[in-house]
């Protein structure tokens, strides 16, 4: 396990299991969750971007995905003060996610879209939005901006940082909507980072967990700009 602090944020290139019996309780959870794809998908037609033949290969194997809703679901309501929780899946996985978080102890708020605009061809209707699974624990409370809407459209992000990448005025709308400045945010599948640069950019404290270290090592080098950036400037 390899532990790295910068400025407010704690990052772990370690598998979260190992991680989450030493961390002290949070105020929100929001996370792109692993999840695997169904084998059986577009094989026939050219796809491009992460579903390119170079990327995947129609195996249902897109991500390293060795960890199952139920083992990762219930140590997250543990660590999760009386505050919101936010899971990113897509539209196959909505049921299983909705189904293990209750039995986790999450009590379901809504059903969030991202409407990424450029759609995934797919032989059953294009592909332009994934979900996120709002729940909360303990009394529910409402969130900071009311006006917020269940759909949220913004463009797809192309930078290259990882194959699955979140806008972070995604990430920085649950955040702002959901903890205060100063809360402590977790991301235990943190990826590239995006929502360590959320939390960074809107005053949160954030814990990140990846185990993939060339990923991990990336966060770390993306979160540590964000820092940088915010020293220099003093503008979050």
């Not at 299991?17 to 050219?46: H, N, R």
């Not at 059903?111 to 995934?120: A, R």
């Amino acid at each position: 396990m390899k532990k790295v602090i910068i400025g407010n944020c704690i990052l772990y290139n370690a598998d979260c299991l190992d991680v989450f019996p030493g961390l002290e309780q949070v105020d929100m959870i929001c996370s792109d969750i692993p999840y695997k794809l169904t084998s059986g998908g577009p094989s026939s037609m050219a796809m491009a971007g992460k579903f390119s033949e170079q990327r995947y290969d129609n195996d249902g194997e897109f991500v390293d995905c060795d960890i199952e809703f139920n083992e990762f679901l219930p140590p997250l309501f543990d660590l999760l003060k009386h505050g919101h929780a936010y899971f990113m899946v897509n539209n196959r996985n909505v049921q299983l996610l909705l189904n293990e978080a209750e039995k986790a102890g999450f009590k379901f708020h809504n059903l969030l879209v991202w409407d990424k605009i450029s759609p995934t061809p797919n032989r059953w209707y294009m592909k332009n939005c994934e979900f996120t699974g709002f729940f909360y624990k303990g009394k529910a409370k409402h969130i900071n901006s009311c006006g917020s809407r269940m759909l949220v459209k913004l463009p797809n992000p192309r930078n290259g940082y990882h194959v699955t990448e979140k806008p972070t005025a995604l990430m920085r709308l649950y955040i702002t909507n959901s903890t205060k400045h100063g809360d402590v945010v977790i991301d235990p599948f943190m990826g590239s980072g995006t929502t360590g640069i959320a939390a960074v950019r809107e005053g949160r404290k954030f814990i990140g967990i990846e185990k993939n270290k060339e990923i991990f090592d990336l966060a770390c080098a993306r979160i540590e700009e964000e820092e940088h950036q915010f020293e220099f400037t003093g503008v979050r």
